[in-house]
């Protein structure tokens, strides 16, 4: 009976920590297998190079008056967000680029803007809640094209 009993529990605790790490563990990306009869792929558009120039990037607790106030690279666990702050420099319409926001190797959040007119100079900024989140975290700054244009890493104790 002890040895029923003991198996049961060895078993229960098996399926608690796959369930842990199934949870942990970054999904993997889905892949549809291919037709049989496949017609030849189209070649892919190259995606246009960034058509900007990042003049400044500042991870910061605030902005006001269009500027970051309470730049660091260390905040509190308590701090409810922080700011990623850009400005870009000879913008061109329509031009669309991404934060993501990383906590170790996991993506937490993924931000994209449009600039919706052409500019010499545009300040413009992201959040991203912490909710008590502890860590290593960073920010990469993304072209259309996924390509990482810059990152900015910072630590929540």
Not at 56 to 72: C, D, F, Y
Not at 80 to 91: D, I, R, S, T
Not at 117 to 130: E, F, G, I, P
Request: aromatic share 8%.
């Amino acid at each position: 009976m002890k040895k029923i009993l003991i198996f049961c529990l060895l078993l229960s605790l098996l399926v608690v920590a796959s369930a842990v790490m199934a949870q942990q563990a970054p999904a993997p990306a889905a892949t549809a297998p291919a037709p049989a009869t496949a017609a030849p792929a189209a070649p892919a558009k190259a995606a246009a190079p960034a058509t900007f120039t990042i003049a400044r990037m500042e991870l910061a607790s605030g902005v006001e008056k269009h500027q970051p106030t309470g730049i660091a690279t260390t905040f509190p666990a308590a701090t409810e967000k922080v700011y990623c702050f850009l400005e870009l420099n000879n913008v061109t319409a329509n031009t669309s680029f991404t934060y993501v926001w990383t906590l170790g190797l996991n993506e937490m959040a993924r931000v994209t803007q449009t600039a919706t007119r052409t500019v010499a100079k545009y300040r413009t900024w992201s959040t991203k809640a912490l909710g008590g989140m502890k860590g290593d975290w960073k920010v990469d700054i993304q072209d259309a094209s996924g390509a990482v244009l810059k990152t900015a890493a910072f630590k929540v104790e």
